[in-house]
């Protein structure tokens, strides 16, 4: 993945199944790339949608990013990820640990879970050390594989400019989305 290449994806505010993607973007994602958005979110946060592509079938991609325990092998700074209760709607705790340039910020999270079976995962924030989260993840077919959309907005509640979350979210997103492909696509 070369930094020339991360680069906007068509109106990520859109529903995966309505953007609209160029042949040059399709071809990106087909040989690995991660297309990224970034979107500004309050003073000391941070927004970003990333895309990749993941050379497997859809339901094979659900069944393992839905196991919530294993979200430790695609993020590394992910320390725990634990499903607290199940049901319709499933609560999830998860801790994590990053270094920054003169410290190192603990965090950790309670998330309602409400899965869309084979298409959509949304992370809400119940409470944690952040001022506010959430996440999304998408799902869609695409050729042979699988269009795998990621969008998280988060404000630490730690004072870290924006700029410096921002820039975490760009470079350390797409290196943690292809460690997951990587994951996934080793397990099948």
């Known amino acids: 993945m070369t930094n ?7 109106d990520a505010s859109l529903p995966l199944s309505d953007i609209l993607w160029n042949q040059d973007q399709q071809r990106l994602l087909i040989q690995g790339e991660v297309l990224l958005q970034t979107k500004s979110h309050t003073h000391w946060g941070g927004a970003v949608t990333a895309c990749m592509y993941i050379p497997l079938i859809r339901s094979h991609v659900w069944q393992q990013i839905t196991d919530y325990p294993r979200w430790v092998q695609y993020f590394p700074d992910i320390t725990k990820s634990e499903v607290i209760s199940k049901g319709d709607v499933k609560r999830l705790y998860q801790s994590a640990q990053k270094a920054f340039l003169f410290f190192t910020a603990q965090v950790e999270i309670y998330l309602r879970v ?5 298409q959509q995962v949304q992370f809400r924030m119940e409470r944690g050390t952040f001022t506010d989260f959430h996440a999304n993840l998408e799902l869609k077919d695409m050729g042979n594989g699988t269009l795998l959309a990621y969008t ?5 509640n730690i004072p870290i400019p ?7 979210m760009n470079l350390e997103l797409p290196a943690n989305l292809c460690k997951m492909r990587q994951v996934l696509c080793n397990h099948k």
């Not at 020339?4 to 068509?10: A, E, H, M, Q, T």
């Not at 409400?114 to 084979?118: D, K, R, S």
């Not at 998280?152 to 630490?156: E, G, H, K, R, S």
């Not at 924006?162 to 975490?168: L, W």
């Open 152 to 156: 998280v907005q988060a404000t630490p």
């Open 162 to 168: 924006s700029i410096f979350i921002q820039q975490a």
């Open 4 to 10: 020339s290449n991360l680069k906007s994806i068509p």
């Open 114 to 118: 409400v899965e869309v079976v084979g």
